[in-house]
């Protein structure tokens, strides 16, 4: 089905992987097109509750690939318009979770990806890199709104002028990452958390994430609004009727995602 990525779909959980690894999983054209395909389809699939993005082999993705667009004059605003800022709107709009397994290095607009995401559980090995200023380029597919409300915009000035390298641990102490394991633990620690997401109210999950996106442009009395208006959608959900019936028979609820 596809070239460039691998697509799976098992327990209620959807990884999807960018399978360039000779070139550092890096964007092209077709990479672009193809993942946000997939992503399209991980949003629709119902049997969907869990979104993975990873990178085959050692990089995680390397941004935007350098030598496809050597020699070529193209409209740098146009490429980020049609490419990669819908990618970021997609991620970050789904109401499912959106997990990050951070196998190798996020460089450009791959750190920009990471950053988009719910949760980042990162390899040892891995590092995020805002290299942009590094060619001469800003920040772009959406650094610069993530950066500076994970580490506050002194730090996440330096981290992008200067254009040196996150590794993860330091990225585990700044915010920008939810956990750090040793990179034969990845996909287990991953799993762990990817398992939580897929048994859990989906729906609930969701409208936490909406919630969460729309509080720092936000007043209180608007997410006071807000809060109130989605807790009227996830009381009217299977889920709840669950999450109740549950907590009065004393056992685990099994949530549906509906």
Known sequence: M??????????NACTITLN????????NEELSREFMDALKSAEKDKAVRVIVITGAGKA???????????GKKRSLSESIEKRYNPMIRKITGIE???????????????????????????????????AFVNIGLVLDSGSSYFLPRLVGRQKAFEIAALGDKVTAKQALTLGLVNQVVPASELDAATDVVVSRFANSATKAVGLIKRMLNRS?????????????YCQEIAGNSKDYQEGVAAFNEKRKPQFTGE
């Open 96 to 130: 499912k979770p959106v997990i990050c397994k951070l196998n190798g290095i996020g460089a450009g607009a791959g750190a920009s990806l990471a950053l988009a995401c719910d949760m980042i559980i990162a390899s040892e090995e891995a590092a995020l890199l805002e």
């Open 60 to 70: 995680f993705c390397s941004g935007q690939d350098l030598k496809d667009i050597a």
């Open 2 to 11: 596809y070239q460039t990525i691998l697509y799976q779909v098992e327990n």
């Open 20 to 27: 360039r690894p000779d070139r550092f999983n890096a964007f």
């Open 216 to 228: 720092f442009e936000s007043s209180l009395d608007q997410m006071l609004e807000q809060e109130m």
